[in-house]
T-cell receptor, first 116, second 117 residues
Framework: AQKVTQAQTEISVVEKEDVTLDCVYE???????LFWYKQPPSGELVFLIR??????QNEISGRYSWNFQKSTSSFNFTITASQVVDSAVYFC?????????????FGKGTSLLVTP | GAVVSQHPSWVICKSGTSVKIECRSL??????MFWYRQFPKQSLMLMAT?????????EQGVEKDKFLINHASLTLSTLTVTSAHPEDSSFYIC?????????????FGPGTRLTVL
């Protein structure tokens, strides 16, 4: 069985602060995929990143960066110099072949509020 | 490319009526479509997996007679909520996968917000 834990329910920061969203996962599969999605108030899911289990290289995309550590089963997401537009709910998700054909298992989400 | 649409984007209906939600892949052929449900301030939960031309596979606890899923073509899957009740009020999101996509990769529709009065 797959499980994704996002321990932080809500985070509030002031604009320009850095913020890290934590994600811990559990799986017995050796091949799996990790994702982060952003969900603004409109509800539509915005894809941010996909990582496979064999690629532990950290990634940076603009103000966003991701730290994947298999040793701790974590896939944390950092926003540098946060902006008000970053306010949203962020979901970490896990997928594997055995899971209904690559369906996503989502964490409970972290609600991020960035205030001016 | 890789656009998935849903229709309607929101619907309000009376208790006891049935509601059909369409999920379309606009520029690719989707051999697999997933239906997720999200209650307010909660996570997305997989309801069912549908493969084109075959019966949908439902997750534990999801009533297949209440949530009818049809995936009759490579670009269209429908979810029909039969005899809807207020507890079915939720945000329903579909996603679609095409052959050859990297593991886990799927494209989400914009979602349908269902309110049952």
């Amino acid at each position: 069985a797959q499980k994704v834990t996002q321990a932080q329910t809500e985070i509030s920061v002031v604009e320009k602060e850095d913020v890290t969203l934590d994600c811990v996962y559990e799986t017995r599969d050796t091949t799996y995929y990790l994702f982060w999605y952003k969900q603004p108030p409109s509800g539509e899911l915005v894809f941010l990143i996909r990582r496979n289990s064999f690629d532990e290289q950290n990634e940076i995309s603009g103000r966003y960066s991701w730290n994947f550590q298999k040793s701790t089963s974590s896939f944390n997401f950092t926003i540098t110099a946060s902006q008000v537009v970053d306010s949203a709910v962020y979901f970490c998700a896990l997928s594997a072949a055995g899971d209904s054909g690559y369906a996503l298992n989502f964490g409970k989400g972290t609600s991020l509020l960035v205030t001016p | 490319g890789a656009v998935v649409s849903q229709h309607p984007s929101w619907v309000i209906c009376k208790s006891g009526t049935s509601v059909k939600i369409e999920c379309r892949s606009l520029d690719f052929q989707a051999t697999t479509m997933f239906w997720y449900r999200q209650f307010p301030k909660q996570s997305l939960m997989l309801m069912a997996t549908s493969n084109e031309g075959s019966k949908a596979t439902y997750e534990q606890g999801v009533e297949k007679d209440k949530f009818l899923i049809n995936h009759a073509s490579l670009t269209l899957s429908t979810l029909t909520v039969t005899s809807a009740h207020p507890e079915d009020s939720s945000f329903y999101i579909c996603s679609a996968r095409a052959p050859g996509l990297a593991g886990g990769e799927q494209f989400f529709g914009p979602g349908t917000r269902l309110t049952v009065l």
